[in-house]
């Protein structure tokens, strides 16, 4: 199992930045593929990107593609969204999540069994 903690969600204007964070601890962080999901209110949780276990190949979902770019640094224990361009539809609890085994759809929750507890980011218009 891997505990996970998210950060760097926060209250930005349309068109900004973020970069959010997610920190492992607990298994060697290399062993697990990566992924961020994000839910708005009342709807749910969907797909944003994912990362396998070297950093080698990366996942995105379309409404997030070229403007975004996940990351990992094995070393630090610590994966990395970042985000451009945003728009307020990117407004969401953000949310990382761990898989072990490393087979599973990368866009579907539950290929993921550890999940961090989220961070909020809000895009103003």
């Known amino acids: 199992q891997v505990q996970l903690v998210e950060s760097g969600g926060g209250l930005v204007q349309a068109g900004g930045s973020l970069m959010l964070s997610c920190a492992a601890s607990?298994?060697?962080?290399?062993?697990?593929?990566m992924g961020w999901f994000r839910q708005a209110p009342g709807k749910e949780r969907d797909f944003v990107a994912a990362?396998?276990?070297?950093?080698?190949?990366?996942y995105y979902a379309d409404s997030v593609k070229g403007r975004s770019t996940i990351s990992r640094d094995n070393a630090k224990n610590t994966a990395y969204l970042r985000m451009n361009s945003l728009k307020p539809e990117d407004t969401a609890v953000y949310y990382c999540?761990?898989?072990?085994?490393?087979?599973?759809?990368?866009?579907?929750?539950?290929?993921?069994?550890?999940w961090g507890q989220g961070t909020e980011v809000t895009v103003s218009s």
């Open positions: 990362i396998n276990r070297s950093g080698g190949r990366t």
């Open positions: 999540a761990a898989d072990f085994y490393g087979v599973g759809d990368r866009s579907d929750p539950t290929t993921y069994r550890d």
């Open positions: 607990g298994r060697p962080f290399s062993s697990y593929a």
